[in-house]
């Protein structure tokens, strides 16, 4: 069971707003910042936002990042076919002294 | 020209030592936290660790005993070394290049190599 807890699968039609969420605890998300990651079908992770909301170089300005308190969002805009994919968050765990990532969210467009 | 690559062996026996290598072939070595990062099906990665030219390595609390990640700068590769697996250990393998900070407090890995799947069975 992974210490920041991402729920399985998310939803939404072309061009709707999609919100993924990402909930820790004040040893990780509410003391250090948050990444997420990308990964597309039988490839390697991708990195999308890092530091809660500084996208990576080329994101498009419709992924975005927060983070409040023990938890973070990942906010994708205008649906597009090709965002379909799994959607991991990370941080550090200042207990655990390791790096922690959720247990991810398959992103499905209808 | 992949920035980042895994190779090694995919088959491991039971108690034996996995030893994987990534070549990086942008960029200076002597920069950034060298990692190791692993997945099995349908789970989330798992962060294994990573080495710093300057100040070492550090290692994921539970694999700690097992693992030692080793840095050689004159062929721009990294190494790891995971010992006594089983097959639970079985899992795809990636190097990534690591950017840490205070701490960890900020913490992220960018880019990845491809991966590559290492099974550990007899």
């Known amino acids: 069971q992974s210490l920041l807890t991402q729920p399985p699968s998310a939803s939404g039609t072309p061009g709707q707003r999609v919100v993924i969420s990402c909930a820790g605890t004040?040893?990780?998300?509410?003391?250090?910042?948050v990444s997420w990651y990308q990964q597309l079908p039988g490839t390697a992770p991708t990195l999308l936002i890092y530091?809660?909301?500084q996208r990576s170089s080329g994101l498009p300005d419709r992924i975005s990042g927060s983070k409040s308190g023990t938890s973070a969002s990942l906010a994708i805009s205008g649906l597009r076919s090709e965002d379909e994919a799994h959607y991991y968050c990370?941080?550090?765990?200042?207990?655990?002294?390791?790096?922690?990532f959720g247990g991810g969210t398959k992103l499905t467009v209808l | 020209q992949v920035p980042l690559q895994e190779s090694g062996p995919g088959l491991v026996k039971p108690s034996e030592t996995l030893s994987l290598t990534c070549s990086v072939s942008?960029?200076?070595?002597?920069?950034?936290?060298w990692s190791w990062i692993r997945q099995t099906p349908g789970r989330g990665p798992q962060w294994i660790g990573y080495?710093?030219?300057?100040?070492?390595?550090k290692y994921n609390p539970s694999l700690k005993r097992r693992v030692t990640i080793s840095l050689d700068t004159s062929k721009s590769q990294f190494s790891l070394n995971l010992t006594s697996v089983t097959a639970a250990d079985t899992a795809v393998y990636y190097c990534?290049?690591?950017?840490?900070?205070?701490?960890?407090?900020?913490?992220?890995?960018?880019?990845w190599g491809p991966g590559l799947l290492v099974t550990v069975s007899s």
């Open positions: 080495i710093y030219h300057s100040t070492g390595s």
């Open positions: 990534a290049r690591g950017s840490f900070a205070a701490g960890g407090m900020y913490s992220w890995f960018d880019p």
């Open positions: 530091t809660n909301d």
């Open positions: 990370a941080a550090w765990d200042d207990s655990l002294k390791a790096v922690v």
């Open positions: 942008r960029g200076s070595i002597s920069s950034y936290y």
């Open positions: 004040s040893s990780n998300i509410g003391g250090n910042t």
